[in-house]
């Protein structure tokens, strides 16, 4: 999340460039450098004109040329011609050039043209416009300098190689200074305020699905906890919560779901509620919030303070029953013979009606016999495959990661043209992994999408290719092999 800094490469050569041996070969020789200023040489040599230099630079090796005024010129970048604004001053000084001219010349290597025409003229001379001779490297460097002719031939090469990188994309001052203060400012927030710019970071890259990932990998290792989506915390999008350093899934993101039903349910967070029927009273009342987003947050655990998931599925289809959705009021009379149809004793409705007759109960207070109700009836606990399934197709991923689901897995896809080949979710560390299967002992225990297996017995093997000569090992690569697994049902 560091601007510029982001992939592994990038990462492992800011590691090096201020690395204690690089900071310290540096100040040996420039006590006076900047950090930041060191940041925005590297901001400019990961760019495609910075390879010639790019790993010496990173070593902090000082490029020395044995004259005092190149020395100096090239001493804020440690001898490497690093941003354009350098080469148009070094064309200035060094090669006879005016401003204006090294301008034009580094307008042609930014758009990838005249490199052909303006190289020999940086070096020995020649008219880049009509009316002034441009004396060129090296005899500006004899005559301005006192360098001899031989000695100037080995200066420049370095020098053209740079410059031709140029036409590769080399980078200007006025980019790298502010991108290195932007990639400190993420630096900075990153290190002292991680909850909140990780989850502005997830909410930015919310629909990039590899970005994500690394970023809550990142919030792991910092010891943040980035949980599902919950009653009280979570809002339209990733929301954090500083007392328990989490980080709460957002709404808005899920298949029917938005920020104006987020936001309408989050203003219920400070509610006291007994029951889970007073909360999805509230929900029918308070807010725009329809049976099949209350159905997809309750399969979601999303009101999992209010008890099992099948439990309150249950409350809700009984609810649905008893409450007059186009009066918006709930009934006040019920047939002996539907409550029979939907399980429900008569002896737990009679307490709540104000009269009984052989085939009916009304005047029944419905709110009243909910709320008993939802604290006698026992449900059966939902499964975990009822779970993952619940979230495969509400969420089109997994969400499930718990450390007594060791060697426990899901099945996502099978393959089966080949060996068998599994691509399996990891309930214990919420990877999704590919795995092999022999033919033989595969067609003795098939597995389908949507189950979950345990895995009794893996082994890792070469992966062999097939060649004019038979099949040989793949160097280097491997593949690991299910031996033996069992379908589980009953987690």
Same mark, same amino acid.
């Given at each position: ?22 900071? &310290? ?9 900047? $950090? ?8 400019? &040599?990961?760019?495609? &004109?910075?390879? %010639?230099?790019? *790993?010496?630079? +990173? ?8 004259? +005092? ?10 001898? /490497? ?28 290597? %930014? ?15 020649? /008219? ?37 990188? +140029?036409? *590769? ?18 630096? /900075?927030?990153? $290190? ?45 999008? $990733?929301?954090?919560?500083? @007392? ?17 039903? +987020? ?9 006291? /509620? ?7 009273? *509230? ?78 109960? !009304? ?8 709320? %008993? ?16 399934? &619940? ?34 979710? %990891? ?32 082994? !890792? ?11 040989? *090992? ?8 299910? !031996?033996?697994?069992? @379908?589980?049902?009953?987690?």
């Amino acid at each position: 999340m560091i601007f510029q800094w982001e992939s592994q490469s990038a990462t492992a050569y800011l590691k090096q460039l201020f690395s204690d041996e690089t900071i &310290a070969k540096i100040k040996a020789v420039n006590s006076n450098f900047s $950090y930041m200023n060191l940041l925005s040489i590297g901001n400019g &040599a990961i760019r495609p &004109a910075g390879e %010639s230099y790019r *790993d010496k630079l +990173a070593n902090g090796e000082y490029k020395l040329y044995g004259n +005092a005024a190149l020395d100096e010129f090239m001493k804020p970048t440690l001898g /490497y011609m690093v941003y354009q604004e350098q080469i148009i001053e070094f064309l200035n000084k060094f090669c006879g050039f005016t401003m204006g001219e090294a301008d034009v010349v580094r307008r042609h290597f %930014s758009k990838k043209t005249g490199t052909e025409t303006d190289i020999p003229i940086i070096k020995d001379g020649g /008219y880049l416009n009509e009316g002034h001779y441009i004396e060129g490297f090296i005899q500006t460097m004899q005559d301005e300098y006192g360098i001899c002719r031989e000695e100037a031939e080995n200066l420049i090469g370095d020098f053209l190689q740079v410059i031709i990188d +140029a036409s *590769d994309y080399l980078f200007s001052k006025n980019h790298a200074d502010p991108y290195s203060w932007i990639g400190y400012i993420c630096g /900075y927030l990153r $290190y002292y305020y991680p909850l909140e710019f990780i989850t502005s970071a997830l909410n930015i890259f919310e629909d990039k699905e590899e970005k994500s990932l690394a970023i809550i990998d990142y919030a792991k290792r910092r010891g943040i906890t980035i949980s599902p989506i919950k009653f009280r915390h979570s809002v339209a999008q $990733y929301n954090f919560d500083k @007392e328990t350093n989490q980080i709460f899934k957002g709404l808005a993101s899920i298949k029917y779901l938005n920020s104006i039903i +987020a936001d309408e349910i989050y203003a219920l967070k400070d509610n006291q /509620y007994d029951t889970f029927i007073d909360l999805l009273m *509230d929900l029918k009342t308070k807010t725009s919030l329809d049976s099949r987003q209350t159905e997809i947050l309750i399969d979601l655990d999303f009101f999992s303070e209010f008890g099992e998931t099948n439990s309150l599925i249950f409350q809700y289809k009984i609810l649905n029953i008893f409450f007059d959705k186009t009066k918006r009021q709930f009934k006040k009379q019920f047939s002996k013979d539907k409550l029979e149809t939907i399980n429900i004793p008569l002896d737990y409705i009679r307490p709540f009606a104000g009269k009984e007759t052989p085939k009916m109960f !009304t005047q029944v207070d419905a709110l009243q016999f909910l709320r %008993s109700l939802s604290t006698k009836v026992k449900v059966k606990p939902r499964t975990l495959a009822e779970k993952v399934n &619940a979230q495969q197709k509400r969420l089109g991923y997994i969400d499930v990661k718990d450390d007594r689901y060791k060697n426990h897995f899901v099945i996502l896809e099978v393959d089966t043209r080949y060996s068998p080949k599994i691509k399996a979710y %990891s309930l214990r560390s919420g990877e999704v992994l590919t795995y092999k299967i022999n033919k033989r002992i595969y067609s003795r225990n098939k597995l389908t999408e949507g189950t979950i297996v345990l895995v009794n017995k893996k082994e !890792t093997r070469n992966r062999v290719r097939k060649t004019e000569n038979g099949f040989e *090992d793949v160097p280097g690569v491997f593949d690991v092999w299910w !031996t033996s697994y069992q @379908e589980v049902d009953n987690l």
